[in-house]
């Protein structure tokens, strides 16, 4: 049976570079679509896993709070949630009141049970349903709809990811992160607030990920980053649900101090770039951590959300934040171009470089397949 399944999937991956040999890539009518986004915000983005934060960031406002109200992907899916401290760990349950749908905690605070100020109904902090006034004389009440939804919560180390109604499990889309650089101590990245920034961009949130997902256009587009990559070294590994792009060294000063325990021992690897679907982006490098999520703000507008963790700074070196600025800057411009030129109406789809975008490829079947395009 397992030698079975190996023979089935190095088949469906033979196929599939086949298929990257010919494919067009997504029409330019889908990023121009509003219909098409909206039907993604529930198609995709629902039922996907997101970055909520870490732990430190989600209790910085009130440390002592065990309730912390938090949104889901701002902007899109706009999901309001509880985050819940316990002795056991992490919870996490809608924040709607299951009477007439009133927020239900407004800001973080420490309770033993929440009260909607709307009509006083009261839940415990599993969620379940304790009280409601003026409900005595209902029939077959209360029901499980009176509890208060969970919200699957998953975590890795200090950063936690949630999920409105997930169509995979978090280890299918983080399982190779943590096996492959189980190395790190996750527990020594500090998230640092001036080296993090917010950065609006007017395109399509999928143009953004579509340049993210190929080395093409570095030497063309980014020179001075083009100076550190070996770019004939620069690889892409699909995953089931994402892909790593492995940025090789030009100097050794630059890349990781891997341990004997690393696949990739010997090495001189710069970068880890991981892109997890749809919309987060994980860059490894021997300083530290920047997390990249690509927060969609409608079916033209996209708010990227850079978010910095230093493990080692003196290991910066060539690495420094100016520059990696100086590349999002880069990045927005070209995205931008794609914005303006996907408006022709001479231009529909193009090709995949079989060599440089086997991700693109990648993220444009997943989105096909979560929409049923």
């Known amino acids: 049976m397992i030698e079975s399944d190996k023979t089935s999937k190095t088949l469906k991956v033979a196929a599939e ?13 889908f990023y121009r679509s509003r219909e098409i ?41 706009d999901e309001p949630c509880i985050l819940v401290k316990s002795a056991d760990g992490l919870a996490c349950h809608s924040n709607v009141c299951t009477h007439r749908g009133s927020v239900l905690v407004e800001k973080a605070c420490h ?34 709809e009176d509890n208060l939804a969970a919200i699957p919560l998953g975590s890795w180390g200090q950063f936690h990811f ?13 399982g190779e992160i943590k096996e492959r650089l189980h190395f790190l101590p996750l527990a020594n990245f500090k998230f640092s607030p001036e080296l993090s920034r917010d950065y609006q961009i007017k395109a399509n949130w999928a143009l953004y990920v579509d340049n993210y997902l190929e080395g093409l256009h570095v030497p063309f587009v980014h020179p001075s980053l083009a100076t550190l990559l070996d770019t004939k070294a620069y690889r892409t590994e699909l995953l089931p649900y994402g892909n790593l792009q492995i940025g090789v060294a030009t100097n050794k000063d630059d890349a990781f101090d891997l341990p004997e325990s690393s696949k990739d021992y010997g090495q001189l690897i710069a ?34 959300r850079f978010l910095t963790y230093v493990w080692r700074p003196e290991r910066f ?18 995205v931008h171009a794609v914005q303006r030129g996907i408006q022709s ?21 997943l989105i096909r397949k979560s929409l049923s395009l």
């Open 317 to 334: 070196g060539n690495y420094s934040v100016e520059g990696i600025t100086q590349t999002e800057i880069e990045d927005e411009e070209v």
């Open 111 to 144: 309770v033993a049970s929440m009260r909607c100020r709307y009509h006083g109904r009261r839940f415990g902090l599993d969620g379940a349903y304790l009280s409601a006034p003026g409900f005595e004389k209902a029939e077959n009440f209360p029901g499980p």
């Open 345 to 365: 109406r001479a231009y529909k789809s193009g090709r995949y470089s079989p060599t440089w975008e086997a991700g693109v490829y990648q993220f444009h079947q």
């Open 162 to 174: 949630a999920a409105v109604n997930p169509a995979f499990a978090l280890d299918d889309l983080i």
């Open 37 to 77: 986004y909206e039907r993604s915000c529930d198609e995709i983005f629902a039922r996907s896993w997101q970055f909520i934060g870490d732990t430190d960031t989600l209790t910085a406002a009130q440390p002592q709070a065990n309730v912390i109200p938090l949104t889901i992907l701002e902007g899109c899916l």
């Open 271 to 304: 970068a880890y770039y991981y892109w997890l679907y749809p919309n987060m982006m994980f860059n490894f490098y021997p300083w530290g951590l920047s997390i990249n999520v690509v927060m969609p703000q409608g079916y033209d507008a996209t708010l990227v």
């Open 17 to 29: 570079k086949d298929m990257l040999l010919t494919a067009r890539t997504m029409p330019a009518s």
